[in-house]
């Protein structure tokens, strides 16, 4: 193995050797991983979508490249995956949006001592005047990736919920929570797409052991 490739498919094929080094956590994982994904309100199709966008937030190649593989065997379409990875990428970058309030907050050195507050997001508004062509930008790419097309409003709404339980932005919690009630999503559909996604958060970590094996293997 070279040093210097850090990630390689072949090394995926490690992830055993971490049961016997930790037998009762490994195996209560991967019966968590199978909960998580196995069909419920959510068909399997739809949880595989999800994980891909997830994995994609957490940017997990061996992740990427199990589900992606998952995705295609339960007939999802490349236009559903790519839709997809559109709503992670506006969910990663709203995320980094939604926190601007704070961020002016902090700047006009507020004295207020919670640092969440709903009104907060309001203040999101102002970067229209502070850097109007960037903020409009970001405005038109987040409707455009949010828009019904290969998967539905809905559909779209629950990766949100998923994605931003990943990137852990209380805003964009509550708003896509509320998209998705908005879109005639159940509690139910929402407890599963979250469920995904603590599954793929969790599993980015032990799927990176094969990494730290390498590592400590290495001499």
């Given at each position: 193995m070279s040093n210097e490739i850090l990630y390689k498919k072949s090394y995926f094929s490690r992830l055993p050797e971490m049961e016997p080094l930790a037998p009762e956590a490994f195996r209560a994982f991967v019966e968590f991983d199978k909960q998580a994904l196995a069909p419920g309100k959510l068909s399997a199709k739809f949880k595989e979508i999800i994980a891909i966008a997830v994995a994609h937030t957490t940017g997990c190649p061996y992740c990427i490249e199990l589900h992606v593989k998952n995705a295609k065997t339960n007939e999802v379409s490349k236009e559903e995956l790519s839709e997809s990875i559109f709503v992670a990428t506006a969910l990663k970058a709203g995320s980094a949006m939604a926190h601007g309030g704070n961020a002016l907050q902090a700047y006009d050195e507020s004295s207020d001592p919670e640092l969440y507050k709903k009104q907060y997001f309001s203040r999101i508004k102002e970067f229209a005047e502070l850097s109007g062509e960037a903020f409009q930008g970001f405005v038109d790419f987040d409707k455009q990736a949010m828009k019904s097309g290969a998967l539905s409003a809905k559909e779209k709404e629950l990766i949100a919920i998923a994605v931003a339980h990943t990137t852990g932005c209380p805003y964009c919690i509550d708003i896509?929570?509320?998209?998705?009630?908005?879109?005639?999503?159940?509690?139910?559909?929402?407890?599963?797409?979250i469920f995904v996604a603590t599954a793929l958060k969790a599993g980015s970590a032990i799927a990176h052991s094969v990494n730290a094996l390498n590592s400590y293997d290495s001499k």
């Amino acid at each position: 193995m070279s040093n210097e490739i850090l990630y390689k498919k072949s090394y995926f094929s490690r992830l055993p050797e971490m049961e016997p080094l930790a037998p009762e956590a490994f195996r209560a994982f991967v019966e968590f991983d199978k909960q998580a994904l196995a069909p419920g309100k959510l068909s399997a199709k739809f949880k595989e979508i999800i994980a891909i966008a997830v994995a994609h937030t957490t940017g997990c190649p061996y992740c990427i490249e199990l589900h992606v593989k998952n995705a295609k065997t339960n007939e999802v379409s490349k236009e559903e995956l790519s839709e997809s990875i559109f709503v992670a990428t506006a969910l990663k970058a709203g995320s980094a949006m939604a926190h601007g309030g704070n961020a002016l907050q902090a700047y006009d050195e507020s004295s207020d001592p919670e640092l969440y507050k709903k009104q907060y997001f309001s203040r999101i508004k102002e970067f229209a005047e502070l850097s109007g062509e960037a903020f409009q930008g970001f405005v038109d790419f987040d409707k455009q990736a949010m828009k019904s097309g290969a998967l539905s409003a809905k559909e779209k709404e629950l990766i949100a919920i998923a994605v931003a339980h990943t990137t852990g932005c209380p805003y964009c919690i509550d708003i896509h929570t509320k998209g998705a009630k908005q879109e005639g999503a159940s509690k139910e559909e929402v407890a599963e797409s979250i469920f995904v996604a603590t599954a793929l958060k969790a599993g980015s970590a032990i799927a990176h052991s094969v990494n730290a094996l390498n590592s400590y293997d290495s001499k």
